[in-house]
């Protein structure tokens, strides 16, 4: 059944928290006193986080399950009973990692998640190995060094200090560290297995996942965003089937022509752009940062102005036009038998990211709708997950924005809505609330993530494991309350 829409009163709560923290008329934050040194250990963690890089996670030849291992030996080593300290495979090179740390029990647990997995990277494709871990330039660079095996190095690393200090919370502290999280239609998602075969091991009152960096431009911090949703994956596959024949004797019927003209009308469709909750929250804050005729074009969109024109400035922008409507887009092509044969197939594949309360029956019709040619045949790959988004948390969003405010003055914290997907929408379809925020800035579009040569700033690298460290300690501590 379709979900209701966001609520009203997320909207309003929202928009009052962020009123309360508006900048000052200076256009800064009231000044805090500097922050004491971060957390000790810093080579203890680069042995943990270069050992985690430079294990191959990749789906095609890496091994979750030595990943997992590695880091299970790392905390154990460090102190923690075998008895908290569990690794669960589904299949061979597929490794999850559970770990509790134990608190008072006077409040309920925080779950700590991570995945382990990376995406592919060919040594001949990259600068570098992508799986030596290089510090080239004040950057560390490889495979997974900010995508996810950043957070996953600092948890584990903050687990066995807080054992080394005898530090005891009020709550439990867990850590899941999951395979197979870059994988959409994996059977081995490590978190899903956790929820669905052993819920009692990582249930939470919320968690804490990626999917909510810091942006830099031109090296300066310009924003923090808090995770609170993300849009729903869903693919389609495209196939057109013909008798083929001799490409000697071509005839006007031909299936490549047939899917490549339906693509070409496909890729003329443009979903409705809307707001929800957490986009409103967004670019209440956001806008302040664009310049004027962007401006105006969220407040056209605020105001209900739908027409192209009055958002052509903002659909322009990939990552805004992606935070306020539905996209689907054509991400791969098959097609053909031989050089010298018609063809008797032509396949594609088309990826949307719906918005959190888009009805995938809807966006399916609205694909076949475009394609116009009932001869191509559409089918859903894989399921969707729905997941609402979490809940505003004054807990969370207060911790988050006052360690910022030490750490990165001035620099706005923004309720976010993720265009892609993490396995927080597991977590939240569960009905654990789940904020993605990780403390680490990167300039837009030149981390490589998923792509080349994947790099994070050393010096931020070493400030998002500050921030995090500061953030889980409060949120573990005696006086935290979660849940709105």
């Given at each position: ?23 000052n008329s200076d256009g800064g934050v009231p000044a805090h006193q500097a922050l004491d040194g971060g957390p000790s250990g810093e080579a203890s963690f680069r042995a943990i986080y270069k050992e985690l890089v430079e294990i191959n996670t990749t789906e095609s030849s890496g091994d979750t399950l030595k990943a997992a291992r590695a880091m299970e030996g790392r905390l154990l080593a460090g102190g923690l009973p075998k008895a908290d300290v569990q690794v669960l495979s589904t299949a061979p090179r597929k490794g999850n990692l559970v770990v509790r740390f134990r608190g008072t029990g006077a ?378």
């Amino acid at each position: 059944m379709p979900r209701a829409p966001l609520s009203v009163l997320l909207i309003v709560a929202m928009a009052m928290w962020l009123a309360s923290r508006l900048p000052n008329s200076d256009g800064g934050v009231p000044a805090h006193q500097a922050l004491d040194g971060g957390p000790s250990g810093e080579a203890s963690f680069r042995a943990i986080y270069k050992e985690l890089v430079e294990i191959n996670t990749t789906e095609s030849s890496g091994d979750t399950l030595k990943a997992a291992r590695a880091m299970e030996g790392r905390l154990l080593a460090g102190g923690l009973p075998k008895a908290d300290v569990q690794v669960l495979s589904t299949a061979p090179r597929k490794g999850n990692l559970v770990v509790r740390f134990r608190g008072t029990g006077a409040q309920r647990p925080m779950l700590l998640a991570a995945h382990i997995d990376v995406v592919e990277a060919r040594r001949e494709d990259w600068e570098l190995d992508p799986f030596v871990l290089q510090e080239v330039g004040g950057y560390f660079r490889g495979r997974g060094v900010l995508d996810n095996k950043a957070m996953a190095a600092i948890f584990v690393d903050m687990l066995i200090r807080m054992k080394r200090e005898g530090w005891r919370p009020a709550r439990d502290i867990i850590l899941a560290l999951t395979s197979d999280e870059e994988l959409a239609a994996s059977p081995h998602n490590g978190m899903r297995f956790l929820i669905e075969r052993h819920r009692a091991l990582v249930d939470a009152e919320f968690a804490i996942n990626e999917g909510g960096s810091g942006v830099l431009r031109d090296g300066k911090p310009v924003r923090l965003n808090l995770q609170l949703a993300e849009k729903v994956y869903l693919s389609f596959r495209l196939e057109v089937k013909d008798a083929g024949g001799h490409s000697a004797t071509p005839r006007r019927e031909n299936a490549i022509y047939r899917l490549a003209e339906g693509l070409v009308r496909l890729s003329k469709l443009e979903f409705p752009p809307r707001l929800n909750a957490v986009t409103s929250a967004y670019f209440a804050r956001a806008a302040t940062l664009e310049p004027p005729e962007v401006q105006a074009a969220i407040k056209a969109l605020e105001a209900g102005n739908i027409r192209p024109e009055a958002l052509a400035k903002l659909s322009a922008r990939p990552n805004y036009n992606a935070l306020v409507r539905t996209t689907c887009v054509a991400t791969m092509l098959e097609a053909g038998h031989a050089e010298n044969a018609l063809p008797q197939s032509a396949r594609a594949t088309v990826n949307c990211r719906l918005l959190p309360d888009e009805r995938a029956d809807a966006v399916e019709a609205a694909v076949k709708n475009a394609l116009a040619d009932e001869r191509i045949k559409v089918s859903p790959l894989g399921m969707t997950v729905e997941s609402p988004a979490s809940p505003l948390s004054p807990a969370v969003l207060e911790s988050v924005e006052q360690i910022s405010a030490l750490m990165w003055p001035g620099v706005p914290v923004i309720p976010t809505q993720s265009s892609g997907y993490t396995d927080s929408r597991w977590l939240r379809r569960a009905g654990i609330p789940t904020y993605g925020i990780s403390g680490i800035f990167s300039e837009e579009g030149k981390s490589g993530v998923h792509g080349l040569n994947e790099q994070v700033g050393v010096s931020e690298l070493l400030a998002g494991r500050e921030f995090l460290d500061r953030l889980v300690r409060r949120l573990a501590g005696p006086t935290s309350q979660i849940t709105p």
